[in-house]
């Protein structure tokens, strides 16, 4: 019989790589159920553990090592919340929230996604509902490519501390200040919102130039973060509608299903054009129209997220005089659009979110006419 070359070996070694490991967290056995079938007629995929709790999904993660948890938000005895924090402080492992109470829950789901967890998604109704296949499909793919990501460990604040403290930098911060600069633009993808968040409760009340945003989220929570964000920082955040003029110290994201852009002198635009790197809206949309429009009087940010939207458009505002903002890797959930903007030259300066805003907040002083420290 003839035996197998090296290359039959590897090449078998390739086609029979391991499935994902999914342990499944959420209270109720008919959605367990639902999950533990569906994610499993997947040959890429296996549950290897389910949990009805939080504290049993914190002794399942210690016991299976999954690749991926679905964790559910609402559960008897430890909620998602609390075993979010628990798990990523002490089995850090990728975690993706899987709720239906976005609408009545959503500082807890914003403060999951703070604690580590990578995003949220809508649950899926039961199989017979027609809106259920689609959702399920978009669940299993997320955590297949979430289970990808490599995860850091979050530390745990001590019991008491405020949630919604950010901590301001030491020391200066580099500055070259700009001159003319008229508005700022930001792209966030895959633990985006907790970022955002830091670098908005951080810049100064009377910040003097509007901010445009796009930050890929599930179709739903938009408005629940948009929420949680006006809560939690000193500007006025809202989503913007097709032809709205731009204010001063006003926080503009996209909508749901919409790319956003601006033209000369501070009109948003709003359309539904084909997506851009698989998305709508696209940070590359927004980015391409502040460097058509403004030049070097925009100001390019481009943080935490997977893929590589964004990246060459922010090279584009770059190449046309704009000043370049990348988050950096160590801060980053997912490093992948800041790395590809890295990688092909699109960042002027990497920094840290706290670092992003004293360099933001630097910029408004030389705009208010103040000096820098003063």
């Not at 499935?19 to 959605?31: E, F, G, H, K, M």
Request: aromatic share 4%; net charge neutral; with cysteine.
């Amino acid at each position: 019989m003839k035996r197998p070359s090296t290359i039959d070996n590897q090449k078998s070694t390739i086609q029979k790589s391991s499935p994902v490991r999914v342990l499944i967290a959420d209270d109720s056995i008919t959605v367990r159920e639902y999950l533990k079938h569906s994610i499993n007629s997947r040959p890429d995929m296996q549950v290897v553990a389910v949990a009805r709790d939080g504290e049993e999904a914190l002794r399942m993660v210690q016991m299976h090592h999954p690749d991926v948890v679905s964790m559910d938000i609402h559960m008897p005895v430890m909620d998602g919340l609390k075993a979010t924090e628990r798990i990523m402080a002490e089995y850090p492992v990728p975690i993706v929230i899987v709720t239906s109470s976005w609408h009545s829950d959503r500082d807890n789901l914003f403060r999951a996604m703070r604690a580590g967890a990578l995003t949220v998604l809508k649950k899926p109704p039961g199989p017979d509902h027609p809106d259920s296949a689609g959702l399920m499909a978009k669940v299993i793919d997320t955590l297949k490519v979430m289970s990808e990501v490599k995860v850091v460990r979050r530390f745990r604040k001590p019991a008491g501390s405020p949630i919604h403290e950010a901590a301001h930098p030491k020391g200066p911060v580099a500055y070259s200040p700009p001159q003319g600069v008229e508005m700022v633009a930001i792209g966030s993808s895959t633990g985006g919102p907790p970022v955002l968040k830091t670098i908005f409760q951080l810049l100064s009340s009377d910040f003097p130039l509007p901010i445009l945003a796009v930050q890929h989220i599930t179709a739903g929570f938009l408005e629940g973060m948009v929420d949680w964000l006006n809560k939690e920082c000193p500007l006025s955040v809202r989503i913007p509608r097709d032809g709205e003029w731009v204010q001063a110290g006003n926080v503009y994201f996209a909508p749901d299903n919409h790319h956003m852009g601006i033209r000369e002198g501070g009109l948003i635009f709003l359309n539904a054009d084909p997506p851009e790197n698989g998305l709508r809206p696209s940070v590359s949309s927004l980015f391409r129209s502040a460097a058509k429009s403004y030049g070097s009087r925009a100001v390019g940010v481009l943080l935490t997220g997977m893929g590589k939207d964004g990246a060459q458009e922010l090279k584009e505002m770059k190449d046309a005089g704009a000043v370049t903002l990348v988050q950096n890797k160590e801060s980053c959930a997912v490093f992948g659009m800041p790395g590809e903007a890295v990688k092909i030259g699109g960042a002027s300066h990497i920094l840290a979110p706290e670092e992003i805003a004293a360099w933001l907040n630097a910029l408004a002083e030389t705009i208010n006419g103040k000096r820098i420290g003063e």
